[in-house]
Protein backbone atom coordinates (compact mmCIF):
# COMPACT_ATOMS: atom_id res chain seq x y z
CA UNK A 1 0.00 0.00 0.00
CA UNK A 2 1.46 3.26 -1.00
CA UNK A 3 2.07 5.58 1.70
CA UNK A 4 -0.28 8.90 2.19
CA UNK A 5 1.05 12.33 2.15
CA UNK A 6 -0.33 15.81 2.43
CA UNK A 7 1.04 18.84 0.91
CA UNK A 8 -0.55 22.19 1.80
CA UNK A 9 -0.52 24.48 -0.77
CA UNK A 10 0.14 22.01 -3.00
CA UNK A 11 -1.62 22.72 -6.22
CA UNK A 12 0.91 25.76 -7.34
CA UNK A 13 4.66 26.06 -7.16
CA UNK A 14 6.92 24.92 -5.00
CA UNK A 15 4.23 22.53 -3.49
CA UNK A 16 3.55 21.40 -6.56
CA UNK A 17 6.78 19.78 -7.20
CA UNK A 18 6.75 18.26 -3.64
CA UNK A 19 3.19 16.67 -5.00
CA UNK A 20 4.77 15.86 -8.55
CA UNK A 21 8.11 14.15 -7.69
CA UNK A 22 6.49 12.51 -4.08
CA UNK A 23 3.96 10.51 -6.44
CA UNK A 24 6.67 9.52 -8.76
CA UNK A 25 8.69 8.28 -5.96
CA UNK A 26 5.90 6.28 -4.69
CA UNK A 27 3.62 8.21 -2.33
CA UNK A 28 -0.71 9.03 -2.55
CA UNK A 29 -0.47 12.55 -2.50
CA UNK A 30 -3.13 14.68 -1.05
CA UNK A 31 -3.31 18.06 -2.80
CA UNK A 32 -4.28 20.74 -0.83
CA UNK A 33 -5.56 24.24 -2.24
CA UNK A 34 -7.70 27.33 -0.09
CA UNK A 35 -8.41 28.92 -3.74
CA UNK A 36 -6.91 27.63 -6.50
CA UNK A 37 -9.04 24.45 -7.28
CA UNK A 38 -8.25 24.38 -10.78
CA UNK A 39 -4.40 24.29 -10.80
CA UNK A 40 -4.81 21.40 -8.24
CA UNK A 41 -7.09 19.67 -9.89
CA UNK A 42 -5.39 19.74 -13.10
CA UNK A 43 -2.31 18.77 -11.08
CA UNK A 44 -4.24 15.71 -9.42
CA UNK A 45 -5.29 14.52 -13.53
CA UNK A 46 -1.72 15.05 -14.55
CA UNK A 47 -0.23 12.64 -11.68
CA UNK A 48 -3.08 10.03 -11.93
CA UNK A 49 -1.95 10.22 -16.13
CA UNK A 50 0.94 9.36 -15.03
CA UNK A 51 0.57 6.36 -12.70
CA UNK A 52 0.56 8.24 -9.87
CA UNK A 53 -2.07 8.89 -6.46
CA UNK A 54 -3.36 11.93 -5.98
CA UNK A 55 -6.51 13.69 -4.77
CA UNK A 56 -7.52 16.99 -3.96
CA UNK A 57 -8.88 18.13 -0.60
CA UNK A 58 -9.71 22.16 0.19
CA UNK A 59 -8.96 23.97 3.63
CA UNK A 60 -7.58 26.67 4.94
CA UNK A 61 -4.51 26.33 6.86
CA UNK A 62 -4.97 29.25 8.77
CA UNK A 63 -8.74 27.72 9.86
CA UNK A 64 -8.33 24.85 12.68
CA UNK A 65 -11.81 23.76 11.82
CA UNK A 66 -11.23 23.66 8.14
CA UNK A 67 -7.63 21.87 9.07
CA UNK A 68 -9.63 19.07 11.32
CA UNK A 69 -11.62 18.29 8.47
CA UNK A 70 -8.53 18.57 5.81
CA UNK A 71 -6.48 15.82 7.69
CA UNK A 72 -10.30 13.70 8.36
CA UNK A 73 -10.53 13.90 4.49
CA UNK A 74 -7.11 13.06 3.38
CA UNK A 75 -7.39 9.86 5.28
CA UNK A 76 -10.47 8.58 4.28
CA UNK A 77 -9.25 9.10 0.88
CA UNK A 78 -5.99 7.76 0.95
CA UNK A 79 -6.28 5.69 4.29
CA UNK A 80 -3.49 6.58 7.25
CA UNK A 81 -1.17 9.14 6.91
CA UNK A 82 2.25 8.88 6.80
CA UNK A 83 3.65 12.15 6.30
CA UNK A 84 2.90 16.11 6.27
CA UNK A 85 4.41 18.39 4.08
CA UNK A 86 3.18 22.32 5.57
CA UNK A 87 4.41 24.66 1.99
CA UNK A 88 0.88 26.53 2.50
CA UNK A 89 2.38 30.34 2.88
CA UNK A 90 2.12 33.92 2.12
CA UNK A 91 4.78 36.94 2.16
CA UNK A 92 1.84 40.01 1.99
CA UNK A 93 2.95 42.98 0.18
CA UNK A 94 6.89 43.36 -0.49
CA UNK A 95 8.40 46.81 1.21
CA UNK A 96 9.40 48.47 4.19
CA UNK A 97 7.85 47.28 7.60
CA UNK A 98 6.56 50.97 8.32
CA UNK A 99 4.73 50.18 5.58
CA UNK A 100 2.48 47.24 6.30
CA UNK A 101 -0.76 46.65 6.76
CA UNK A 102 -1.14 45.31 10.53
CA UNK A 103 -4.04 42.90 8.96
CA UNK A 104 -1.87 41.57 6.60
CA UNK A 105 0.83 40.93 9.06
CA UNK A 106 -1.39 38.93 11.34
CA UNK A 107 -2.81 37.01 7.93
CA UNK A 108 0.79 35.87 7.41
CA UNK A 109 1.43 34.34 11.34
CA UNK A 110 -2.41 33.09 10.55
CA UNK A 111 -1.15 31.59 7.51
CA UNK A 112 2.23 30.72 8.14
CA UNK A 113 2.73 29.96 11.93
CA UNK A 114 -0.69 28.72 12.93
CA UNK A 115 -1.35 27.31 9.44
CA UNK A 116 2.25 24.78 10.61
CA UNK A 117 0.55 24.63 13.91
CA UNK A 118 -2.85 23.25 13.52
CA UNK A 119 -1.13 21.16 10.63
CA UNK A 120 1.41 19.34 13.11
CA UNK A 121 -1.07 18.77 15.76
CA UNK A 122 -4.03 17.37 13.09
CA UNK A 123 -0.77 15.56 12.21
CA UNK A 124 0.33 14.00 15.25
CA UNK A 125 -3.25 13.09 16.02
CA UNK A 126 -3.22 10.84 13.07
CA UNK A 127 0.07 9.08 13.65
CA UNK A 128 -1.20 8.21 17.69
CA UNK A 129 -4.45 7.16 16.31
CA UNK A 130 -2.64 4.70 13.82
CA UNK A 131 0.06 3.99 15.92
CA UNK A 132 2.68 4.23 13.13
CA UNK A 133 5.38 6.29 12.27
CA UNK A 134 5.21 9.63 10.90
CA UNK A 135 7.37 12.57 9.53
CA UNK A 136 6.72 16.34 8.49
CA UNK A 137 8.43 19.14 6.66
CA UNK A 138 7.63 22.29 7.40
CA UNK A 139 8.47 24.96 4.88
CA UNK A 140 10.73 27.51 5.96
CA UNK A 141 12.47 30.08 4.02
CA UNK A 142 16.22 31.06 4.21
CA UNK A 143 15.17 34.62 5.08
CA UNK A 144 14.42 33.11 8.64
CA UNK A 145 18.59 33.03 9.30
CA UNK A 146 19.24 36.20 7.36
CA UNK A 147 15.69 38.59 7.79
CA UNK A 148 14.62 40.00 5.20
CA UNK A 149 15.06 44.20 5.61
CA UNK A 150 13.56 46.69 3.11
CA UNK A 151 11.13 43.69 1.48
CA UNK A 152 9.16 40.88 4.37
CA UNK A 153 10.95 41.33 7.67
CA UNK A 154 7.61 40.09 9.78
CA UNK A 155 7.27 37.26 7.09
CA UNK A 156 11.08 36.00 7.61
CA UNK A 157 10.25 36.81 11.46
CA UNK A 158 6.78 34.28 10.93
CA UNK A 159 9.44 31.26 9.28
CA UNK A 160 12.13 31.94 12.45
CA UNK A 161 8.77 30.72 14.32
CA UNK A 162 8.62 28.04 11.95
CA UNK A 163 12.09 26.94 12.68
CA UNK A 164 12.05 27.14 16.17
CA UNK A 165 8.76 25.08 16.54
CA UNK A 166 9.93 22.43 14.42
CA UNK A 167 13.55 22.14 16.63
CA UNK A 168 11.44 22.03 20.04
CA UNK A 169 8.59 19.77 18.40
CA UNK A 170 11.07 17.11 17.10
CA UNK A 171 12.71 16.48 20.33
CA UNK A 172 8.72 16.60 21.82
CA UNK A 173 8.17 13.47 19.49
CA UNK A 174 11.40 11.57 18.80
CA UNK A 175 10.82 9.36 20.88
CA UNK A 176 7.85 7.80 18.92
CA UNK A 177 9.28 7.41 15.84
CA UNK A 178 7.82 10.94 14.50
CA UNK A 179 10.08 13.33 12.42
CA UNK A 180 9.86 17.00 12.50
CA UNK A 181 12.38 19.01 9.74
CA UNK A 182 12.13 22.09 7.84
CA UNK A 183 13.40 23.29 4.48
CA UNK A 184 14.93 26.56 3.98
CA UNK A 185 14.29 27.48 0.43
CA UNK A 186 16.10 30.21 -0.99
CA UNK A 187 14.02 32.93 -3.66
CA UNK A 188 12.43 30.10 -6.35
CA UNK A 189 10.78 30.72 -9.01
CA UNK A 190 7.05 30.76 -8.21
CA UNK A 191 4.18 33.45 -8.84
CA UNK A 192 4.63 34.14 -4.83
CA UNK A 193 6.73 37.30 -6.38
CA UNK A 194 4.16 38.73 -8.05
CA UNK A 195 1.68 38.06 -5.43
CA UNK A 196 3.88 40.04 -3.47
CA UNK A 197 3.64 43.04 -5.83
CA UNK A 198 7.44 42.77 -7.48
CA UNK A 199 7.00 40.25 -10.21
CA UNK A 200 10.78 41.95 -11.07
CA UNK A 201 12.15 40.35 -8.54
CA UNK A 202 13.97 37.57 -9.60
CA UNK A 203 16.17 39.49 -11.85
CA UNK A 204 16.71 41.93 -9.40
CA UNK A 205 17.81 39.16 -6.42
CA UNK A 206 19.61 36.92 -8.69
CA UNK A 207 22.88 38.81 -8.73
CA UNK A 208 22.75 38.63 -5.10
CA UNK A 209 22.50 34.38 -4.77
CA UNK A 210 26.31 33.15 -4.86
CA UNK A 211 25.36 30.83 -7.70
CA UNK A 212 23.79 33.56 -9.82
CA UNK A 213 20.32 32.31 -10.09
CA UNK A 214 17.12 31.31 -8.17
CA UNK A 215 15.91 27.88 -7.44
CA UNK A 216 13.19 26.28 -9.69
CA UNK A 217 10.27 24.70 -7.46
CA UNK A 218 11.52 21.07 -8.76
CA UNK A 219 15.52 21.68 -6.86
CA UNK A 220 13.26 22.56 -3.52
CA UNK A 221 11.21 19.39 -3.83
CA UNK A 222 13.97 16.82 -3.50
CA UNK A 223 15.58 17.50 -0.41
CA UNK A 224 11.95 17.94 1.06
CA UNK A 225 10.76 14.57 -0.28
CA UNK A 226 14.36 12.89 0.53
CA UNK A 227 13.35 14.08 4.35
CA UNK A 228 10.11 12.59 4.08
CA UNK A 229 11.73 9.31 3.09
CA UNK A 230 13.29 5.98 5.02
CA UNK A 231 16.42 7.20 3.44
CA UNK A 232 16.49 10.32 5.94
CA UNK A 233 15.51 7.84 8.83
CA UNK A 234 18.17 9.67 11.15
CA UNK A 235 17.08 12.99 10.36
CA UNK A 236 14.66 14.91 12.94
CA UNK A 237 14.69 18.81 13.98
CA UNK A 238 16.90 19.33 10.83
CA UNK A 239 16.75 22.60 9.08
CA UNK A 240 17.88 21.80 5.79
CA UNK A 241 19.11 25.18 3.59
CA UNK A 242 18.42 24.81 0.11
CA UNK A 243 19.23 28.70 -1.34
CA UNK A 244 22.23 28.42 -3.63
CA UNK A 245 24.77 29.17 -1.34
CA UNK A 246 22.85 31.89 0.69
P1 LIG B 1 2.98 30.31 -4.27
O1 LIG B 1 2.50 31.69 -3.99
O2 LIG B 1 3.39 29.93 -5.63
O3 LIG B 1 1.90 29.26 -3.75
C1 LIG B 1 1.40 29.36 -2.45
C2 LIG B 1 0.57 28.14 -2.15
O4 LIG B 1 0.11 28.24 -0.79
C3 LIG B 1 -0.67 28.05 -3.03
O5 LIG B 1 -0.84 26.70 -3.41
C4 LIG B 1 -1.80 28.50 -2.12
O6 LIG B 1 -3.05 27.88 -2.37
C5 LIG B 1 -1.29 28.04 -0.77
N1 LIG B 1 -1.88 28.77 0.35
C6 LIG B 1 -1.73 30.07 0.70
N2 LIG B 1 -2.46 30.36 1.79
C7 LIG B 1 -3.08 29.21 2.15
C8 LIG B 1 -3.97 28.84 3.19
N3 LIG B 1 -4.37 29.74 4.10
N4 LIG B 1 -4.42 27.56 3.25
C9 LIG B 1 -4.03 26.64 2.33
N5 LIG B 1 -3.18 26.93 1.31
C10 LIG B 1 -2.72 28.20 1.23
O7 LIG B 1 4.16 30.07 -3.19
P2 LIG B 1 5.55 29.27 -3.32
O8 LIG B 1 5.34 27.98 -3.99
O9 LIG B 1 6.57 30.19 -3.79
O10 LIG B 1 5.85 29.04 -1.76
C11 LIG B 1 5.60 27.83 -1.09
C12 LIG B 1 6.26 27.90 0.29
O11 LIG B 1 7.65 28.12 0.13
C13 LIG B 1 5.72 29.04 1.15
O12 LIG B 1 5.64 28.61 2.50
C14 LIG B 1 6.78 30.11 1.00
O13 LIG B 1 6.82 30.98 2.11
C15 LIG B 1 8.05 29.25 0.92
N6 LIG B 1 9.17 29.92 0.27
C16 LIG B 1 9.07 30.37 -1.01
C17 LIG B 1 10.15 31.02 -1.59
C18 LIG B 1 10.10 31.55 -2.99
O14 LIG B 1 10.99 32.34 -3.35
N7 LIG B 1 9.15 31.17 -3.82
C19 LIG B 1 11.42 31.20 -0.85
C20 LIG B 1 11.40 30.66 0.48
C21 LIG B 1 10.32 30.05 1.01
P3 LIG B 1 -3.99 28.25 -3.65
O15 LIG B 1 -3.28 27.63 -4.82
O16 LIG B 1 -5.31 27.63 -3.38
O17 LIG B 1 -4.01 29.74 -3.72
Redesign the pocket.
Known amino acids: MKKAILV?????????AICRLAAAQGYAVAI??????G??QKLAASISADGGTACTVR?????EA?VERLFETTESMLGPLYGVV??????GRIGAFIDADPASIEQIF???VF?AMHCCRAALRCFQRSGTAGVIVN?????AATGSPNEYVH?AAS?AAVETFTLGLAREVASRNIRVCAV??????????A?AGEPGRPARVAPKIPMGR??T?EE?AEPVVWLLSDAASYMTGSIVRCAGGL
Not at 32 to 37: F, M, Q, T
Open positions: TGGGRGIGANYVHDESAGDVAVDNNAGITQTNGISSIAYKAPGSTLTEIHTLAPI
